[in-house]
């Protein structure tokens, strides 16, 4: 069988994405990506040089009332003949969109031509290119439960979200994990990390609690971005706390075994690959998220006792520290919150999605 997964845009659509790739392939089918022109796209595919794919011009919706709207609907008119394009040549049995605008023309283009169209929602509420390119498609998938009150009597499925199966194969123990990175085999470890560009709050909420972190047992694997790094390591380094300051990671299967506790945005991608290595977490959701859906994200893991919230706008080095330094000197509680995590996502999410698309009739 052929299939069509429209997955670009953010390390949150395209990971997630790639691991229904992944298992598809591994049935023996074929996948054509569609993905954004951007370079977190090119970067996370440059693992993946066997992958078919497209990238569409697109762009984010804008108001109603925006000059940009014009250039929105010229990328998108383009983006539908591309696909359209693709599937008079090679007709493909389903499509699925992974969310966000890159999405909606793959999608839009499917239903014109009467191939099954599933879209992946991964967050606890929609944002504005998943509510429109829902009313598009057969049935919506989902991360979390809680979203499918927000497409009302459209048929939805609760698959949770798919890891990348990179992540999955090829794990080294805690020990071996810490070494890699140039670390201490037996030091409690903290992780840092903002997403696949880094996060400019929690770099410099980090950066100012460095030295309130000093003179414990405890190291830090900090995922900055490529601007912040130097900044980042360079408190760390004043302060005397050890630490390894990577720009950017693309084998993060040798990075979250290292950890006892992370501090993370609350996007859905990254939610799950911390369920994925049970690992518990302090959140501290983008306040910018689209439908503040980062914090919705959050506190379904806080409600189960997975993590921990802390509010950016509101975050000091001062109330920061002492609430890592707490949790990581108590791995009585530290184990309790893994548990949790570690039912929050299920563990065969991909396989879900690609056998809903499978399954499907024309």
């Given at each position: 069988m052929k299939?069509?997964?429209?997955?670009?845009?953010?390390?949150?659509?395209?990971?997630?994405?790639?691991?229904?790739?992944?298992?598809?392939?591994?049935?023996?089918?074929?996948?054509?990506?569609?993905?954004?022109?951007?370079?977190?796209?090119?970067?996370?595919?440059?693992?993946?040089?066997?992958?078919?794919?497209e990238k569409l011009p697109s762009i984010g919706l804008p108001s109603v009332f925006s000059p940009a709207m014009?250039?929105?609907?010229?990328?998108?008119?383009?983006?539908?003949?591309?696909?359209?394009?693709?599937?008079?040549?090679?007709?493909?049995?389903?499509?699925?969109?992974?969310?966000?605008?890159?999405?909606?023309?793959?999608?839009?283009?499917?239903?014109?031509?009467?191939?099954?169209?599933?879209l992946h929602e991964s967050n606890a509420i929609p944002g504005k290119a998943n509510r429109l390119a829902a009313r598009f498609c057969r049935a919506v998938l989902l991360g979390f439960d809680e979203c499918a009150r927000h497409f009302g009597t459209r048929a939805t499925h609760v698959t949770g979200t798919p890891i990348r199966r990179e992540l999955t194969v090829d794990v080294p123990s805690r020990e071996e994990a810490r070494l890699r990175l140039g670390l201490a085999a037996g030091r409690t470890t903290l992780?840092?990390?903002?997403?696949?560009?880094?996060?400019?709050?929690?770099?410099?909420?980090?950066?100012?609690?460095?030295?309130?972190l000093a003179g414990s047992d405890l190291q830090v694997i900090?995922?900055?971005?490529?601007?912040?790094?130097?900044?980042?390591?360079?408190?760390?380094?004043?302060?005397?706390?050890?630490?390894?300051?990577?720009?950017?990671?693309?084998?993060?299967?040798?990075v979250y075994p290292a950890?006892?506790?992370?501090?993370?945005?609350?996007?859905?991608?990254?939610?799950?690959?911390?369920?994925?290595?049970?690992?518990?977490?302090?959140?501290i959701p983008y306040p910018y998220a689209a439908e503040d859906h980062q914090r919705l994200n959050a506190e379904i893991y806080a409600r189960h006792g997975a993590a921990r919230i802390v509010a950016e706008r509101e975050a000091s080095a001062e109330s920061l520290a002492p609430l890592l330094r707490s949790l990581l000197e108590s791995p009585g509680s530290l184990e309790t919150m893994a548990s949790a995590t570690r039912t929050l996502a299920p563990r065969d999410a991909a396989e879900r999605v690609a056998a809903i698309m499978t399954e499907a009739k024309p």
């Open positions: 299939f069509a997964i429209a997955c670009g845009g953010t390390g949150g659509h395209l990971f997630p994405g790639l691991a229904v790739a992944e298992v598809l392939r591994g049935q023996g089918h074929d996948v054509l990506l569609f993905v954004s022109e951007k370079e977190v796209d090119a970067r996370a595919l440059q693992n993946h040089p066997d992958l078919a794919r014009v250039t929105f609907l010229r990328r998108l008119r383009a983006s539908l003949k591309k696909c359209g394009a693709c599937y008079d040549k090679d007709r493909p049995s389903a499509v699925l969109g992974m969310g966000g605008f890159t999405s909606i023309a793959p999608l839009i283009a499917a239903r014109r031509r009467g191939i099954p169209a599933f992780l840092v990390m903002g997403g696949s560009q880094g996060a400019a709050g929690i770099n410099a909420l980090l950066a100012q609690s460095a030295p309130h900090h995922l900055a971005g490529e601007r912040e790094a130097a900044t980042v390591r360079g408190a760390y380094d004043t302060a005397g706390v050890p630490c390894a300051v990577l720009p950017f990671c693309d084998r993060m299967q040798d950890a006892d506790l992370a501090v993370s945005r609350a996007g859905a991608a990254s939610l799950g690959e911390l369920s994925w290595f049970a690992l518990p977490a302090v959140l």
